[in-house]
T-cell receptor, first 111, second 118 residues
């Protein structure tokens, strides 16, 4: 059974700092990996999706990397802002109905 | 454009009561999902509907039933609520069935329903 771990569970950084969120998974036979952002009362929003054949994806200040062989993904956030405060979820797909969610990293960016 | 809407946002039930959580999407998506989120655990799939007229069990279906009323609406019913069903429930939709090989079908999530069963 696929297990997805995100460490740390919570992170607090000063505004402007660059930061990295980590995700690890136990089964490297994945189809894609996705990073979501969860805001209280607003559900989840997709940030980046990386296909199994890709190594990274970028969107604005966000960059996500994927290393299937080592079972790791990172989400890099450049020049963090208070508006980046949220919980970030890593979601791994091994096929239909094999979608596994991580427990998330709660990020707080302090002004 | 409302996206995915869920009602109610909050609900308190007593053990044994029944209720239905409603979900609707206005993106003409084919697939819809119900998840629950518990502290310290990732979201877990309860039921999904790959397309209108079909429903299938997910990881944790016991104690729940679903109805895909039409392409837009997908409801989740608790027939006899139990304290173990206290959770935050999320509905999601996607154009195609999410998770497949080469899939680009991102799921769009509703704001959630916080349910407490006493």
């Amino acid at each position: 059974k696929q297990e997805v771990t995100q460490i740390p569970a919570a992170l607090s950084v000063p505004e402007g700092e660059n930061l990295v969120l980590n995700c690890s998974f136990t089964d490297s036979a994945i189809y894609n990996l996705q990073w979501f952002r969860q805001d209280p009362g607003k559900g989840l929003t997709s940030l980046l999706l990386i296909q199994s054949s890709q190594r990274e994806q970028t969107s604005g200040r966000l960059n996500a990397s994927l290393d299937k062989s080592s079972g790791r993904s990172t989400l890099y956030i450049a020049a963090s802002q208070p508006g980046d405060s949220a919980t970030y979820l890593c979601v791994v797909s091994g096929g239909y109905q094999k979608v596994t969610f991580g427990t998330g990293t709660k990020l707080q960016v302090i002004p | 454009n409302a996206g995915v809407t869920q009602t109610p946002k909050f609900q308190v039930l007593k053990t044994g009561q029944s209720m239905t959580l409603q979900c609707a999407q206005d993106m003409n998506h084919n697939s819809m999902y119900w998840y629950r989120q518990d502290p310290g655990m990732g979201l877990r799939l309860i039921y999904y509907s790959a397309s209108e007229g079909t429903t299938d069990k997910g990881e944790v279906p016991n104690g729940y039933n679903v109805s895909r009323l039409n392409k837009r609406e997908f409801s989740l019913r608790l027939e006899s609520a139990a304290p173990s069903q206290t959770s935050v429930y999320f509905c999601a939709s996607s154009l195609g069935l999410a998770g497949g090989l080469g899939g680009t079908d991102t799921q769009y999530f509703g704001p959630g329903t916080r349910l407490t069963v006493l």
